[in-house]
């Protein structure tokens, strides 16, 4: 009896410790995963630290934006055609922020920004207050703006609506930005209630620490990079490619990601191990040929590596050719290779 007991408290420990390790060697993206509503179908995460430190931008906000489009690595954020007005009315912008995490579902829209833990919520509270935001009767409720209220503070400047209302979470050093109030506080309330997507969190757990990244839901993915987007010599022209790569599969999640060395990495995840195996052969071959719907082939925006199946999730190394957009090209439809 004692060695049985002595086995599982051993069993035990390890799974503690496989948790313990998981959980400490997370990405700053599967973190931040955590914080987007559970409906989420679409993602888009701007680590803006990062960005800053490629770029070797520092704090210079015009800089950052004029480098980090011409780089492709700001193509992913809802921020930056609020990035002026944001440094100068509320204190903070892509030029001070962590990282930015858009989240959208046929629910609302939301944005998650992390601040430096140097940076004070309560002060940025306070610009708010002098905006004319309605404060909340508790720390984490919505600060009130409105349309008219946002027209006001940007006095023609560019601006996004997802700032007409507010969220502060001054423990976690995190802004919660949206459009509507009642859609905001939801996402505030079931924060951390449930796990995140477990094929989402595949996809996001393939593509490591990206500086810029789109993540899709399955359905949401063959939706909006559907060959059905392109015209119709377009999609005969994709049919016959279709039919001679191979077999291909529904998507369960899609995510296109800028890694530090500016290269793409894109990750698929399917079904089932077998699917993957064989969708990691047809996506290879469609990705090395022609790009009806979005004009040429696909080597003239990127060279494909080596394809490779891990489990249910398929990886496609791509890396631009000089001046190529591809995150902000591919990550609209139509797509062949991404064809569901």
Not at 119 to 141: E, F, I, K, M, S
Not at 160 to 182: F, N
């Amino acid at each position: 009896m004692a060695l049985v007991l002595a086995v599982a408290l051993v069993a035990a420990a390890a799974v503690v410790g496989v948790r313990w390790w998981r959980a400490e060697h997370r990405t700053e993206l599967q973190r931040a995963l955590d914080l987007a509503p559970t409906d989420v179908e679409r993602i888009s995460w701007t680590a803006w630290a990062d960005v800053r430190r490629e770029l070797g931008t520092g704090a210079d906000l015009d800089t950052l934006l004029d480098q980090g489009y011409d780089a492709d690595l700001t193509s992913a954020s809802a921020l930056v055609g609020s990035a002026p007005l944001l440094a100068d009315e509320f204190g903070w912008s892509p030029a001070t922020a962590e990282w930015e995490l858009f989240a959208q579902s046929e629910a609302g829209a939301a944005v998650v920004v992390r601040m430096p833990d140097d940076v004070d919520l309560d002060t940025l509270g306070d610009r708010l207050d002098a905006l004319g935001y309605t404060r909340p009767t508790d720390d984490t409720g919505v600060w009130k703006g409105g349309d008219e209220l946002l027209a006001q503070i940007a006095e023609g400047r560019g601006s996004t609506p997802l700032l007409q209302y507010v969220a502060l979470d001054t423990d976690a050093h995190l802004l919660t930005l949206g459009d509507r109030a009642s859609y905001l506080e939801s996402v505030v309330e079931d924060r951390g209630d449930g796990d995140p997507d477990d094929d989402l969190a595949e996809v996001v757990e393939a593509v490591g620490e990206p500086l810029s990244a789109s993540v899709f839901r399955g359905d949401y993915a063959c939706s909006a990079l559907a060959m059905s987007q392109a015209d119709p010599s377009d999609q005969a022209t994709a049919d016959q490619l279709l039919a001679e790569a191979g077999e291909v599969n529904p998507l369960t999640a899609f995510a296109m990601a800028v890694r530090p060395d500016r290269d793409v990495l894109v990750a698929m995840s399917f079904e089932n191990d077998d699917q993957a195996r064989t969708n990691a052969d047809s996506r290879a071959v469609l990705a090395a040929g022609p790009a009806p719907g979005q004009g040429g082939s696909f080597s003239d925006r990127f060279t494909l590596g080596d394809v490779t199946a891990d489990g249910p999730v398929v990886t496609l190394p791509l890396k631009p050719v000089d001046g190529a957009y591809v995150l902000s090209d591919l990550s609209t439809g139509p797509v062949l290779f991404a064809t569901c």
